[in-house]
């Protein structure tokens, strides 16, 4: 950390603030300029507040250098981290394709789409049961009959399954889910991302659509820092002035999370653009960029689903993205 | 609602989904253009997945006219709700100014806070007792302990206490607090929502730092489904590209709000700077802006705050502020 | 177009607005609805102030429907364009790599930049002779001097050139340059784009970084109307709130420019990310998004170069990003 | 400047860069700690191009602590720039009223509008003759007419005139204009901003419409690095993800443009909401937050407007707004 002192600041001012620093465990070196006095800090600076620092009177501004996320940073994690999903593996060099309607709505659906997804190239099923609505007039999903009906989908195909969680008071009603995924609205909530570090499952994470790589990392931080490591990240979108497009895939995200971060990165193409034809260039992409999966809206009849059908692919397209999507990461594992 | 049809469109495809609009109680008004088929449907719209319809290989886009919202929408209820706390009224011609600390430290540090405000000026208290801190490594605020010394310091100043919840499991601890506040991040936990919806308490619901005025009315909407119509709306700074600045004031929303809806319109310039010195201003613009209230944070002793130091006012700079608005206040009304 | 009358407005009143539009010499189609009346206005719109009109008292709103961009839009010329550029094609399947230094900085730099581009390669050098930049204390380019030596580097490699053009006195420096390129802070510099009309160079046109879709293809049309259709499209990164990048690549806007728009497409990954480690994965990304091209920075000895030398690969880098590329171009166009 | 180095880093790299450093005339100060390396910069670090070294393999990121512009900052110059327009002032406790048209369209018309404003307390005439649009197809302004009867309407009233350039080589038709204005298009267009640093008009530099502070503030040192002080900046709306407004208003940057620089700021409330019923709203906040003006757009009959007569005021309308500025001035001033 880095403090640069405004003009004009005398030296016994310099000199109460390096004896404060140093109280808290910190070594202070001090570089006199003409304009500006700066103080570099080594040490364990989480215990300092820095906008506690920056609000000093004498303070002009205060420049952090590290990262604070610790457990979810490469820097002391050099390998990428592997997340095995009942044999599936995602990450380190293994690609996964998660598939699956946006909502579960009848058992013939959910295992018509299975079996279609799976036959395509699938690794994990996806299905939403609890589903967040900007309107509480809209569709909120079948909830607990959705979890069963995935359930039954996963003994019928042999799919692991991943649905998304809204509320810690549902835990119980995950318990064989085999990833559990926070949606991007979620991704700040802090109580949620808490408990699910108190559990054993793997955790898909969703960057909130306006939160940057940092906040994102932070919040991977919070349940890693209640013991459980197994954190997918997941790239779908953020909000930008563009309209043409419902989100705007970020896609520099994947290779900035795989530097800062030796977690699993995958990408929604689904949700990024919010349009059937854009989910193939969208996964193509992803995967050129290096993702580590990708989960991917589809549904047995999209003109009919009862909600997001307009980004959901049928199998058939879906087939024909996983090939495709094959034969890039064939071109850029080598 | 109007849908745009695609050009080379046939009349027997067009009779099909005007039968399909039909069948969903709606009217149908067909305009044949040169390049262009456009239908306008006129009743309860709402019955209609526009992504659904949006999703369909003849259909170019689809264009919303009216707001999704209805309970909070001005249209249905033209007159400015007023929101009536223990005596202090918000809306409708009614100013309200909150103040407090950041964070609840101690029993002397709320008192002596509660006090000075008070004697300021300000109409209610606020602290933090649950802290939403986007790392975990962070004060997390004093919890439990902290609602209980609020509620001493509403004893003995009188003044009526708001302070943030961030899971509905707590409901039972904000039983003696008189406004719930619902922070930044959980503007679209709809499961919180959803309870909130359930309570008698007024309800002050802070805006996303990235969600648009539609979505902000909209989780109004949701705790407004549940029954409970007593929602203060809170601006307090988007996302932009600036960096100057902690967040971008939206002043603009202030009274854009006011015309979509009838609810009263409180501004946060603590948080939308992030810093001490931005404060008056920009207490002053909102004010000017025609805010119903503003929410300021104010420190005893700001540069040992626990957290957001940087941006709490001393009880001084509060008086001034709060003078200052007092007037603007006389200008902007009359 | 649509517009949507407030509630309450009289027969009378729609009856003027519309003898008012019929003297426009459109169409008027209107729906009446319970809480709206909506006309549906066909034929050439574009004589409608549509501020204007959502400026009358009666009128709630105005809903364009179809694009006002005629001379790029892809409704009205189905099939792609393809640009020649002495022999080098771009756009309708073929893919142009354009690559050299962000600044020509001397005859030898520039020469043998372009011979080992050239044989990793390239298709097209560029070098930047007139230098846009933030600070006026920077370096501002060889200016004349630098278009020279292009010149120079293409008798000596036969590769046709490309550099940025500042301001329309400049032109005819440009007469033996290939293509122009218009950067991302003359988007809207209409008076230029006016005089790249009356040109009959092709332009590569930069997106600004925060224009959408909509004004970048307006800007085109700017060009078009004066008559040079010959427009090749540049997507270089939108700024967003996310700073570990310094810009965010858009890739969505490869597939949705070429749905919008029968203009070829080029992605800038320089730029986008504004650092040499990026330019790899977010090259590929865009050859599978479908883009018609790339333009990279590349120079002999980044460590050194006056401008920009944080984001140029070596020629070495270039090479094995030019090989990936053409292995993804293999997958996508099959 | 403060350079991180890596990890893992040599004594002997080290050395290298400092020797590097110290060849350009700065002093270092060097900081290691147990993960990373700090050298800190002293001297005059703008020899030093930061993008080349963050490029470098061993240097982890640059922080840079002073802000790159000189003649616009307010470190070297402490009091408020007083920009006297044929004695007007604008800046330092005085506040100016700019109200006119969009565009200038007939004798009359300007006339009228220039006597009216006059009336309702205007200080300076705007008007539109050169004007920017979107679209090729849109009404692009009288042009050298429309300057001609800003003169006249200036002969009749008094008042000083302002209006937009957009090409250098008009200059010449500016020479009885008072104060140039610089479009927010054109905010980094850097030659025309060069040429207007050798002339001694006032310039009045609107923000672009997504460029941040500090960007603003170069821009406005590229005037000044030509020998021109005389810069009046104007904020008049950001490009954000909202879209219930055309733009948002950073009123924030009003407080901040002041701590940075010594120059005044005056804000246009017409442009940043795009609609007339915000402009009593904006301005009000606008005074209220400190600006030293505003500039408003008025017309005499905004529904006949050639352009954005949606977000034109009456003549009454202004008076309006005018009466009630001045008292939020006399409240904010005390």
Chains 1, 2, 3, 4 share one sequence.
């Not at 570089?31 to 004498?58: M, N, V, W």
């Not at 995602?90 to 959910?110: D, K, M, R, T, Y």
């Not at 996963?154 to 085999?178: C, Q, R, S, W, Y």
């Not at 034969?327 to 594992?333: A, L």
Request: charged share 25%.
């Amino acid at each position: 950390m880095v403090t640069v002192l405004k003009h004009g600041v005398t030296d016994e001012q310099i000199e109460n603030l390096c004896k404060w620093f140093k109280t808290r465990g910190l070594d202070v070196h001090i570089s006199k300029g003409h304009y500006q006095t700066i103080i570099g800090l080594i040490g364990d600076t989480k215990k300092i507040d820095t906008e506690l620092l920056e609000s000093l009177e004498i303070v002009e501004t205060v420049k952090i250098i590290s990262e604070p996320f610790k457990n979810a940073n490469r820097k002391f994690h050099p390998d990428d981290t592997v997340i095995d999903v009942d044999g599936v593996k995602i990450g380190g060099g293994n690609f996964a394709l998660i598939a699956g309607p946006c909502s579960v709505e009848s058992e013939e659906q959910i295992i018509e789409v299975a079996e279609k997804v799976k036959a395509a190239g699938a690794h994990i099923l996806r299905g939403g049961a609890f589903k967040p609505r900007t309107s509480p007039y809209d569709f909120q999903g079948l909830k607990e009959e959705g979890i069963k009906l995935l359930i039954k989908a996963k003994k019928v195909t042999g799919l692991p399954i991943i649905t998304e969680i809204m509320n810690a008071n549902h835990l119980d009603l995950f318990a064989d889910v085999d990833i559990i995924q926070v949606g991007a609205r979620n991704m700040q909530n802090f109580d949620l991302l808490k408990e699910l570090g108190k559990t054993n499952k793997p955790i898909l994470l969703k960057r909130g659509h306006a939160n940057d790589l940092k906040e994102f990392l932070m919040s991977a931080e919070y349940i890693m820092a209640g013991g459980n490591e197994r954190i997918i990240l997941c790239e779908r979108g953020i909000r930008t002035f563009e309209k043409y497009t419902r989100n705007t895939l970020d896609i520099s995200a994947v290779p900035m999370l795989h530097e800062l971060s030796h977690l699993p990165v995958v990408v929604d193409p689904s949700h990024s653009g919010g349009m059937a034809r854009l989910v193939k260039p969208l996964s193509l992409s992803a995967a050129a960029a290096g993702a580590d999966g990708l989960m991917i809206e589809v549904h047995n009849d999209p003109s009919h689903a009862l909600c997001d059908g307009a980004q959901s692919l049928t199998p058939e397209q879906f087939k024909e993205v996983a090939d495709k999507v094959k034969k890039i990461i064939e071109v850029t594992s080598k």
